[in-house]
């Protein structure tokens, strides 16, 4: 089975600090993705990347970078975490180009104080 | 600009009763369309996907969906539901013919189910 693994269930944080959270997939997949999850909110495309060192902006991508040094990690990067940054990130990874399956991470519940 | 619209936030269903769960989506042409559960504390589990073909597809759980080209609409469905099913669904889609994208996932809908 595919694994996607995320370094931190639990994670807290002040505000200002740099947050790293990375995500590393076990199966050669070319695309890996991070979402935020928010209740009411859905999961919302942050950042992705369908190629090592290749990355493209989701949905709301103001506040956070991202880094694809290696095919397996992708890992999301939080300059100056702020409290609206709170939520539950899940990263996820696919073989082809069309998703035809997402695998995803245990996701990192985020808590900046 | 495209996107994937789950009317219902919370539906409530009686065990045995039979389910649908609506997604709309906005999008130039016909994209790819997924179905996902997120049962309480777990992770995203695709549910079934639809890319061309019959448009009544099968999935994991007993649960089907029909795409409605005429109504942008890709509706999950279920003829009984267990309690098992309670859960969040989310509808989600990527546009056809165009690798390289992500999937853009609705805002989800949260079934539960009574006794």
């Known amino acids: 089975d595919v694994k996607v693994t995320q370094s931190s269930r639990y994670l807290v944080k002040r505000t200002g600090e740099k947050v790293f959270l990375e995500c590393v997939q076990d199966?050669?997949?070319?695309?890996m993705f991070w979402y935020r999850q928010d209740p009411g909110l859905g999961l919302r495309l942050i950042y992705f990347?369908?190629?090592?060192?290749?990355?493209e902006k989701g949905d709301i991508p103001e506040g956070y970078s991202v880094s694809r040094e290696k095919k397996e990690r992708f890992s999301l990067i939080l300059e100056s975490a702020s409290t609206n940054q709170t939520s539950m990130y899940l990263c996820?990874?696919?073989?082809?180009?069309?998703?035809?399956?997402?695998?995803f991470g245990s996701g990192t519940q985020l808590s900046v104080l | 600009a495209q996107s994937v619209t789950q009317p219902d936030i919370h539906i409530t269903v009686s065990e045995g009763a039979s389910l649908e769960l609506r997604c709309n989506y906005s999008?130039?042409?016909?994209?790819?369309l997924f179905w996902y559960v997120q049962s309480p504390g777990q992770g995203l589990q695709l549910l079934l996907k639809?890319?061309?073909?019959?448009?009544l597809v099968q999935g994991i759980k007993g649960f089907e969906a029909e795409f409605k080209r005429s109504q942008s609409s890709f509706n999950l469905r279920k003829p009984s539901v267990h309690w098992s099913d309670a859960a969040e669904y989310f509808c989600?889609?990527?546009?056809?013919?165009?690798?390289?994208?992500?999937?853009?996932f609705g805002k989800g809908t949260t079934l539960s189910v009574s006794s």
């Open positions: 996820a990874s696919s073989l082809d180009g069309y998703n035809e399956k997402l695998f």
């Open positions: 199966m050669d997949h070319e695309n």
């Open positions: 990347s369908y190629d090592v060192k290749m990355k």
């Open positions: 999008y130039g042409a016909t994209p790819y």
């Open positions: 639809y890319f061309s073909g019959d448009t």
């Open positions: 989600a889609v990527v546009p056809a013919n165009q690798a390289g994208t992500a999937l853009i």
